[in-house]
């Protein structure tokens, strides 16, 4: 795969703000709290002050859960823009209001390779997870999350160090689930 595989093929990439920047073909696609069983506990709620941006949610919604797709394709959303503009907080409420829509929710910090390392093995913690006898590294959560025959949604949030290549390599393998990444970059 081309090194700006997962960038170049996230369809609808969206600016913060809202501002379109392209459309490309998909080729293929504070406070802890619970909010369903297969919701990674301890995701921070959006914040209370969060407001607006419901063009950008709306855009999220509408390709994620497309209908017209008749295939179960794993579907790449970029949102980016410069930092300190929401990007994380759109994530949240979007995931938030999508909740039921999703079986498990995996938000990691991708801002270091360390970061994403540690968000994969305390996935390795969870008690769906722990059932399928993870031995606790990276690796064996990617392995799992692939496996998932449910929709689910990785959020990797801060990918603004790891080139596109690096960040594919704590993709789960198979086709399906839903990526979400948020950066300053192109």
């Known amino acids: 795969m081309s090194e700006a595989h997962v960038f ?8 913060a703000d809202g501002k379109d920047l392209w459309q490309i073909q998909i080729i293929d696609n504070g406070n802890a ?3 369903s ?5 301890l995701m921070p ?4 002050q969060f407001t607006g941006r419901t063009e950008v949610i709306s855009k999220l ?3 994620f859960f497309n209908t017209s ?10 949102l980016h823009g410069m930092g300190g503009i929401g990007k994380a907080q759109i994530c949240l409420k979007f995931v938030e209001g999508m909740s039921d829509c999703f079986s498990s929710v995996f938000l990691i910090d991708a801002s270091s390779v360390g ?3 540690q968000g994969l093995k305390s996935i390795c913690n969870l008690p769906a997870a722990q059932s399928s006898r993870l031995d606790g590294s990276p690796e064996s959560a990617l392995h799992w999350i692939g496996l998932l025959k449910e929709k689910y949604a990785m959020v990797f ?8 290549a690096e960040l594919e390599g704590y993709l789960p393998p198979g086709r399906g689930g839903n990526i979400l990444i948020t950066t300053v970059q192109i």
């Open 8 to 15: 170049q093929n996230a369809c609808g990439t969206t600016q």
């Open 45 to 48: 709620n959006p914040s209370n």
């Open 69 to 78: 797709d008749s295939a179960q394709k794993r579907k790449f959303f970029l």
């Open 115 to 117: 970061t994403i390392t």
């Open 61 to 63: 919604e509408r390709h």
């Open 157 to 164: 949030d801060n990918a603004d160090v790891l080139s596109p």
């Open 37 to 41: 069983d297969g919701v990674i506990p």
């Open 33 to 35: 709290r619970t909010m």
